[in-house]
Every structure is written in C-alpha cells, then in structure tokens.
C-alpha cells in the first residue's frame, strides 16, 4: 500500500533542530457543515428552553426522593441501606439542582453529602440534623418565588453548613489529618 502526500509526514528543518508534524488522519472523520447559520449551542439552548418547562417537576421528584429516604431513615435507622439512599438523593440534587436553576437548593443538598460521607460512624448523625437538611431544601424549593429567597436561603445554608462543620469537627477530632481535609473555610467571605 502506497502512502499519499497527505498521509505523509511533514518536516520542517531549522539551523538547529526539525519539526516533523505527523498526518491528521482523524481529519477524514470530521464532518463539516455547509450552513454557517447551524448553531449547535443555539439548538441546545433551545432544547434546553423546550424543556425547562419540566424542571420544577423533575426537582419536585427528586426532592420526594430526598424525602421518602428520610422517611425509611426514621422508620429503619441509618444503616447502609438507608444511608445509601439518602446519600443518593442527595446527591443527585446536588448536581441537578444547578441545572434545572435551582441553585440554592445544591448548596444545602451538598451540605447533606458532606454529613454523610464523612462522618465515620454514620449511625451518629443526629436525625434531627439530618431532618434539618431535607426540610431546608424543601422550604427553599416551595418558596422560590419569593423576592428574598436568596438572602434567606443564603443564611440557611451557611447555618446548616456551621452545624454540619461543627459535628463533624467532633466526629473526626481522632483523625485531625483527615478533617483538615473536610472542613474547610466556605469560598464566599463572612460579612
């Protein structure tokens, strides 16, 4: 099989050294389109636009989710099933919250992980605390059309994290190289 021009290297030769560029052989695979008015992040926007119209709703069975983990929380304990579960749901409003513009309610989903995954015996998690977590992103996502949301939100979320922070300074004082690690000053300065 005899190599074309284009399948060739190049090389480029200076006074002290050469350049040789390898062919572009993934070049072949790349489609290009014709009309410079196809926008593929417009069509995305667009989609996304189509859609948003579900996101309160997907949120709202997300946070059920949330919720009736809790619920087996209180009914069976915190054990790995439960914690599992809580933790998922969490989880996933974390990194759906954003999207779906709710980006309040990821904060304090994210202030839940936090608790969960790194308390060592998670059968120590005050109930009460993890109720706190779960109502707070409920209560935020039934009040999002209020003028102060974001202030309220703000300093419930701040709130949640201090409390979080503080048990899990207690928690984890045996390991003082790991909570280092975890609790770590928020990205936002206090007022």
């Known amino acids: 099989m005899t190599k ?24 072949k695979a790349v489609a290009y389109h014709a009309s410079a008015a196809d926008d593929p992040v417009g069509r995305a926007e667009e989609a996304l636009a189509t859609l948003s119209t579900e996101f309160s709703a997907w949120m709202g069975a997300e946070i059920e989710r949330l919720d009736a983990a809790r619920r087996q929380v209180h009914a069976t304990g915190l054990n ?27 904060a304090i989903a994210e202030s ?62 045996h390991r003082p190289d790991y909570l280092d690690g975890i609790v770590a000053p928020t990205l936002a300065p206090k007022d």
């Open 4 to 27: 074309g021009k284009k399948d060739a290297p190049t090389i480029t030769t200076f006074a002290d050294h050469e350049v040789i560029t390898p062919p572009n052989r993934l070049q």
């Open 112 to 173: 839940l992980c936090r608790l969960i995954e790194h308390t060592p015996d998670a059968a120590r998690i005050p109930t009460l605390l993890l109720d706190q977590h779960v109502d707070a992103v409920r209560a935020v996502m039934r009040e999002m059309g209020r003028h102060d949301v974001a202030d309220v939100t703000a300093a419930l979320t701040q709130r949640l994290r201090d409390v979080t922070d503080d048990f899990l300074r207690r928690e984890n004082q």
């Open 80 to 106: 790995s099933a439960t914690r599992d579960a809580l933790f998922h749901a969490a989880h996933d409003i974390k990194g759906e919250a954003p999207t779906f513009g709710f980006p309040a309610v990821a």
